[in-house]
């Protein structure tokens, strides 16, 4: 039995913590921040609860969430560009996406760990490979020696930087907010709804709760003067119902403004005793909702090749192997519709944005379920 350290308790290194203990390891996760409460909600697809089931724990969390069948498309004015019907989509799939606050998620895959695993108030500041393993040197001054490490501390990743050198990151362009309001909406119009040069995502989060997010280009570093719900509430006074009421129902304090980067590409995911998941390895735009999605793939593939390989390193190479094809082209995709919806000049973006209805039905669900199918999930064969 090993004793790893994953560095970081989000999504990516929780599950990784998961999927690591049940293989008979030790593991400690590291996290510097002390308040982990934060974020909105998280679309979990069908790919990433078939991950949880290896993980056991996919019924928790389709138990947690509100269940989305719909995916439609329109116009500020409320026009559909696209309107597919549920029972499609729920087909395409395998079974309907479930929606729930990223805390819930967190908690799910936190409660699945034996009470401290989890060690709060301390980063990771480098990391040395040593002939029997890693040793970690923290912000605390402490050091921590462990048989292998598991990097899952998102996108300005020490443990990437360890792999792979210098990894700038470059802004999208354009910010994105997201939050939850206090209301209920129409289950068929779970989707998204655009504009020139802006879009805003909303889906029911169980009974009486929207989880929705908006997206805008901006210049880097940008605030609103007169806070960020009513610079929402503003712009989008004028759009579809239910956006105007769904914005009116949500707290201010609970917004939460994110500008959006590229990083560059980690060519390196692993190496010796070494490995990346979730942002870590390949941190992707939010407009395919993957990633979270891909990083509990991420840990229950890391997993399996663990419970493979005899050795740590071994199967960390394997994994790398495995998962790059499949995330890399879900990355490269996520980028190119981030800069359709941001075109500049706007018009271009209206233009884009409309074109897709012309795209046949049967060919967006057959490309969707190939992104986010139970079925798109694949693990090595464990025999």
Not at 281 to 294: E, I, S
Request: glycine share 10%; hydrophobic share 45%; net charge neutral.
């Amino acid at each position: 039995m090993a004793e790893i350290a994953v560095v970081g308790a989000g999504i990516g290194g929780l599950a990784s913590a998961v999927a690591l203990t049940q293989r008979g390891h030790s593991v400690t996760v590291i996290e510097e921040r002390t308040d982990t409460t934060s974020g909105a909600g998280i679309s979990i697809w069908p790919n990433a609860l078939a991950a949880l089931d290896r993980l056991g724990l996919g019924d928790q969390v389709r138990a947690a969430g509100g269940r989305i069948t719909a995916g439609a498309m329109r116009w500020k004015d409320g026009t559909w560009l696209r309107r597919p019907a549920g029972e499609r989509i729920v087909t395409a799939l395998g079974e309907p996406l479930v929606v729930l606050q990223r805390v819930t998620l967190r908690d799910i895959l936190a409660g699945a760990l034996a009470p401290g695993t989890v060690v709060n108030g301390a980063a990771v500041r480098e990391l040395s490979v040593t002939p029997t393993g890693v040793r970690l040197h923290l912000t605390d001054s402490s050091t921590r020696e462990v048989a292998a490490v598991v990097g899952a501390d998102g996108t300005h990743s020490v443990v990437a930087r360890h792999l792979n050198g210098p990894l700038p990151h470059r802004y999208a362009g354009y910010t994105a907010w997201r939050g939850v309001s206090s209301m209920a909406i129409d289950a068929d119009l779970a989707g998204e709804t655009m504009a020139a040069g802006a879009e805003v995502g909303h889906v029911p989060m169980g009974p009486d709760q929207t989880y929705w997010f908006a997206t805008e280009r901006a210049p880097e570093g940008a605030t609103s003067a007169q806070g960020e719900l009513a610079y929402l509430r503003t712009k989008f006074a004028s759009w579809a119902a239910p956006i105007p009421a769904m914005l009116a129902a949500t707290d201010p304090a609970a917004v939460l403004r994110n500008d959006l980067y590229d990083r560059a590409t980690a060519q390196r995911w692993a190496s010796g005793p070494v490995v990346l998941v979730g942002d870590a390895a390949h941190p992707m735009r939010p407009h395919l909702g993957q990633g979270g999605c891909q990083a509990l793939e991420d840990a229950a593939v890391l997993g399996a090749f663990v419970e493979l390989s005899g050795d740590l390193p071994s199967a960390f190479t394997a994994y790398e192997a495995f998962r790059k094809r499949r995330v890399r082209a879900i990355v490269a995709e996520s980028r190119l519709i981030g800069r359709v919806v941001n075109l500049r000049p706007a018009a271009l973006s209206a233009l884009a944005s409309r074109a897709t209805v012309v795209l046949p039905e049967a060919v967006v669900t057959r490309h969707l379920a190939s992104i986010a199918a139970g079925s798109a999930f694949r693990l090595p064969d464990i025999g």
